[in-house]
């Protein structure tokens, strides 16, 4: 079966990314909107684009109000300034929340109405140019043909899916992932390995996003460890930038699957945030997943090296859900307790959690299906 794949249009990685990307950022229009956050204000990082826009002479204007994960106010915030300064290209400074917003900021703009009445249909308008400079090692949203919008008034996270908002340009420059705190980095890099453990488990895998899958699972095993007890490791640092990268990359062009369909409405109801909610649905959903596929899962083992070519499958995938939940462990990522969800409101919210998580369309990828009722254990299986 004929395949299609996509990826950005150019993309620019490692030391000094950002300055050798100068003239092709410029280059997208007349005028960039800059979308950031208050933390990378703060931090310095988005001075550090607003002098490479100086430097080529290029106007610019900014917004700077992502103010956690992406909603459709913040949207329509964004989309306000993009038209009053006349704007005709932007670039995302931040996690996965600035680029996810931009995206939608663009399909807005072109197509006009509310990111709401795009729910559920292909996002095909002609967007303006795009460029994402991922801050974290995470989201993968630089090379994704996704964003995912929180609906405020109906309480959901909207998987928002169109080969136009993959940007025409990624810059991976390492450097604006070193200000990351610990538990970012932990989130994030546990996010990125879900998007490629994921993408090459999943029934809609493709010859190609196998190749991205299998290399960033290795580089994230090999490496987020460091960043995560040595921040300032760049080496390290460089890998997991380019392991989020080649992530991405592997979801988008096949799909995520039960975790990422659980994880959605834990962060639409209690503002648990992305990385966080996969990172705690590992622990039940691996262990329902790997027994779906033990082929693909004991190739990844192998591929990280906990498993030999003299283990069979079922015992290869094993190691490899054993190593993935020890990183979790490592992580140290805390339970919903932990985190102050209260547990009478999670366990009342559960029977929606597991409609919405079934309405992205997420679990029904898995190898292994789940059921509704299966979907229910696993989101009170999180207390226990």
């Known amino acids: ?10 993309i620019f990685t490692g030391e000094n990314s950002l300055t050798e990307a100068a003239a092709a950022i410029c280059g997208l229009g007349k005028k960039a909107l800059l ?8 931090l310095g990082n988005a001075g550090k684009v607003e002098d490479m826009f100086k430097s080529q002479n290029a106007a610019y204007a900014v917004f700077s109000d992502i103010t956690g994960e992406p ?13 009053e300064e006349g704007c005709d290209y932007m670039v995302a400074l931040g996690g996965g929340s600035c680029i996810d917003t931009m995206k939608a900021i663009a399909v807005v703009a072109a197509g006009g109405g509310k990111i709401a009445d795009y729910m559920g249909r292909p996002l095909d308008v002609d967007v303006a140019p795009m ?17 995912i919008i929180a609906d405020t008034e109906k309480q959901v996270k909207m998987n928002l899916i169109g080969k136009s908002i993959v940007p025409v340009l990624a810059v991976i420059d390492p450097q ?10 932990a989130n994030t890099g546990l996010d990125a390995l879900c998007h490629c453990m994921e993408g090459y488990t999943s029934r809609k895998a493709q010859p190609l996003s196998d190749t991205f899958g299998l290399s960033a699972v290795k580089r994230i095993v090999d490496n987020l460890p460091t960043c995560y007890h040595d921040g300032k490791d760049m080496a390290a640092r460089v890998q ?6 080649e992530a991405g990359i592997c979801f988008t062009n096949s799909s995520t699957t039960l975790i990422h369909g659980m994880s959605r409405p834990i962060g639409a109801l209690f503002h648990v945030p992305h990385g966080t909610a996969n990172s705690m649905l590992i622990k039940v959903c691996l262990p329902f997943m790997v027994p779906g596929t033990y082929e693909r899962f004991g190739t990844l083992g192998r591929t990280i090296g906990v498993a030999t070519a003299d283990d069979d499958d079922k015992t290869a995938a094993l190691k490899f859900q054993e190593k993935v939940i020890s990183l979790v462990d490592e992580m140290e990522i805390p339970t919903l307790e932990k985190f102050g969800v209260d547990r009478e409101k999670f366990f009342a919210a559960i029977d929606k959690m597991a409609d919405d998580a079934l309405a992205s369309g997420s679990p029904q990828t898995t190898q292994r299906i789940a059921t509704k009722e299966e979907i229910v254990a696993m989101y009170k299986a999180l207390w226990d």
């Open 131 to 147: 460029c994402a400079i991922p801050t974290t090692a995470g989201t993968g949203s630089e090379a994704t043909q996704t964003t």
């Open 35 to 42: 979308v950031t956050d208050p933390m990378m204000i703060q």
């Open 71 to 83: 909603t459709d106010v913040m949207v329509e915030a964004g989309l306000k300034v993009f038209k």
């Open 176 to 185: 604006f992932t070193m200000t990351a705190p610990k538990f970012v980095t």
């Open 1 to 10: 079966m004929a395949r299609n794949f996509v990826i950005p249009g150019q």
């Open 240 to 245: 997991m930038s380019i392991a989020a990268l």
